[in-house]
């Protein structure tokens, strides 16, 4: 039986700046850490669908082509059941992506910093959500150069090219 829970679906537009990272001291700083295994059922450009597993939940998201800055894509997510995401990662393209993902607060934001394995392993990513496209935030000093807008940084890329 499925969960009652499962029903939330987020329908949005996602604006988010990507950046690589210099070091390791985010680890310190971080207030939670999970394991995330995620493939790609479509990798269209105009389109991506992933599966995602991230803990013990499992997602199904939909991102649409960004903007030309690359800040702003569509993005719709709905919680799936574990044993769902599990059965959908066997029919994804061929590369199902590892990472570890580290919560970061900075001021009033949290940075998502992946931290890649498998072919990735060296990786790392920090991602931040922002209300506004020109929202000021603070740049921690284990941020490195903004890679935001840059396809050879989006997950569905980097799954092609394992």
Known sequence: MVNPTL???KLMEE????FLVKNTDFVKQSSHCYAIAQGYLNTAPERNVRVRIKGDKGFLTVKGLGNDSGVRRFEWEKEISI??????LVLCEPTVI??????VPIGSHVFEVDVFEGAHKGLTIAEIELADEDEVFEK???LGQEVTGNIEYYNSY???KA
Request: aromatic share 12%; charged share 50%.
């Open 7 to 9: 029903n939330f679906v």
């Open 15 to 18: 604006i988010e700046r990507k």
């Open 83 to 88: 044993d769902d995401a599990k059965k959908l």
């Open 98 to 103: 590892e990472k570890t993902r580290y919560e």
């Open 140 to 142: 921690p000093s284990w």
């Open 158 to 160: 980097l799954s092609k």
